[in-house]
C-alpha cells in the first residue's frame, strides 16, 4: 500500500497545467518542451507541425507514452483536432510518465 500511496501522490501533485495552457507550470515530464516548440512553430498541436513527428521528441516520454502520443498527433494531422476529440474524449490520457 505504502509504494501504490507514493506513486498515487506522485500523480496527484503534478503542477502541470497542461500542453495547451499559456504557461508552464512545471510539466511532470521531466525536460518537457512542448509547450514552447509549439509556440514557436505556431500551432497547437505537435500533429500541426510541418516538422512533425520530429527526433526532439523521441526519449522525451517513456516508449509506451511516446507511442499513445505519437498516435494521437498522427489522428489530429489526418482528421483534425475536432475528430480526433471526439473519438477519443473518453479514454484515459497518458500515465507512465518519466519522473
Do not use: M
Amino acid at each position: 500500500y505504502n509504494n501504490f500511496e507514493g506513486v498515487l501522490s506522485i500523480y496527484a501533485g503534478a503542477s502541470c497545467s497542461g500542453c495547451r495552457s499559456t504557461e508552464h507550470n512545471g510539466c511532470s515530464i521531466e525536460g518537457c518542451f512542448l509547450l514552447e516548440c509549439t509556440k514557436n512553430h505556431g500551432v497547437d498541436f505537435c500533429g500541426e507541425c510541418n516538422e512533425f513527428p520530429c527526433k526532439k521528441t523521441q526519449g522525451l516520454f517513456e516508449e509506451i507514452v511516446y507511442r499513445q502520443w505519437l498516435e494521437g498527433n498522427q489522428q489530429i494531422r489526418e482528421y483534425g483536432i475536432e475528430a480526433y476529440w471526439k473519438n477519443n474524449s473518453e479514454n484515459p490520457h497518458y500515465k507512465p510518465y518519466k519522473k
